[in-house]
């Protein structure tokens, strides 16, 4: 299914006050709207994902999975500085005729869905039934839920927070160093910072996974060896998956855009702006979630009015919300099952 593409007619103010004078977003939908409009389902994906949430999120979205297309209208748009078929840092700015590279404005998670918001307007989508995502969709999906809390009928956040902490602006500064340290990168070309980004990624690694996780999977069999380890091999290889698929420039704002997240600006603070949303809530988090660890969820589950939370056992770590699929259909599915209108039920799933 290829990407779809919708462009806003007019300019697009940011919350920094600066302008966009043009905006495309870039989306795939599955099935259809149905007669009553209440059966859309709008995924925000992470950091480095795409709108095709059927081949990234496969065995929770798909054909015979929980999230399918015969029963749902499911909506997955790029977000604002992605490359994937939204306005970036690689697009054209119309004032200079160049792409913006470095010169991209600063924008925040509420620009994000700001811009989707406009798509869901331009696909007359009036309540959206279910939004969710992991990580930096998360993140997205708590501030639609605040800004629209008519609009969003079930929030679903998963392995993410109101507020980016230190820990985790720590890991992307880290991330941005090594960015900065490839010369390329300020070149204002295409592939520019490639070396810093391949480095940078190895650091974003070990934030997603941890320790337990290459135990298992990068431990040697070999006692003689003393160099060339699986591990410096798998650092390796997923440093250049990613720079053959993606930009240094992008990587370098969406960082900085989570840094950024902090539900309370402007809103008299958390817990205040938390206490806006209306939508009957599921908080997951992953037991060995490092990056996001599951204070950070349980925060969430207590000023959220109505929510559920569940705890994800998986060795994956952060990572965890997107391959232990299985898991997190059981917990949707019984989480749809209870009646948590009005009360706090805790909802214990072990993958």
């Known amino acids: ?17 600066k302008i966009l004078r043009e905006l495309e977003i870039g989306f795939h939908t599955y099935g259809k709207l149905n007669k009553e409009r209440d059966n859309a389902v709008w995924v925000c994906h992470a950091l480095t994902a795409n709108s095709d949430v059927f081949d990234w999120w496969k065995g929770l979205f798909g054909s015979k999975n929980y999230f399918n297309p015969d029963e749902h209208f499911i909506v997955c748009a790029n977000i604002l500085g992605s490359p994937y078929g939204t306005t970036s840092p690689l697009s054209e700015n119309p004032v200079t005729g160049l792409p913006y590279y470095l010169s991209f404005p600063q924008i925040c998670v509420r620009d994000m869905v700001k811009a989707h918001q406009l798509l869901a307007d331009h696909l007359e989508i009036k309540d959206i039934k279910i939004v969710l995502g992991g990580s930096l969709g998360g993140q997205q999906a708590l501030e639609w839920s605040i800004m629209e ?8 956040a998963i392995a993410t927070n109101a507020r980016h902490s230190p820990w985790g602006i ?4 880290s991330q941005r160093l090594a960015i900065a340290s490839d010369r390329s990168f300020y070149a204002n070309k295409p592939d520019g910072g490639v070396k810093g980004l391949k480095a940078a990624r190895s650091i974003a690694l070990l934030s ?11 431990q040697e069999d070999n006692d003689k060896k003393v160099d060339s380890f699986k591990a410096s091999s798998y650092q390796n290889y997923q440093g250049e998956k990613l ?6 420039y992008s990587y370098w704002c969406l960082t900085k855009v989570m840094d950024s997240h902090n539900v ?17 809530t599921l908080v997951i988090g992953i037991k060995s979630d490092l990056l996001f660890p599951l204070e950070e969820q349980q925060y969430l589950f207590r000023h959220i009015p109505t929510a559920a939370f569940a705890e994800l056992d998986s060795f994956y770590g952060h990572d965890g919300f997107l391959i232990e699929t299985e898991a997190l259909t059981n917990i949707i599915t019984s989480f749809f099952k209870t009646d948590v209108k009005g009360k706090i039920i805790e909802l214990q799933q072990t993958a």
């Open 170 to 173: 720590a890991f992307n500064e």
């Open 264 to 280: 309370g600006r402007g809103r008299h603070g958390v817990e205040k702006a938390l206490s806006l949303i209306k939508a009957k």
């Open 1 to 17: 299914m290829n990407t779809q593409i919708f462009k806003y007619p007019n300019p697009f103010k940011l919350e920094s006050g």
């Open 149 to 156: 809390p008519n609009r969003i009928k079930n929030l679903i």
């Open 243 to 248: 720079v053959n698929r993606y930009n240094a």
């Open 208 to 218: 997603y996974r941890g320790y337990k996780t290459y135990s298992i999977t990068q």
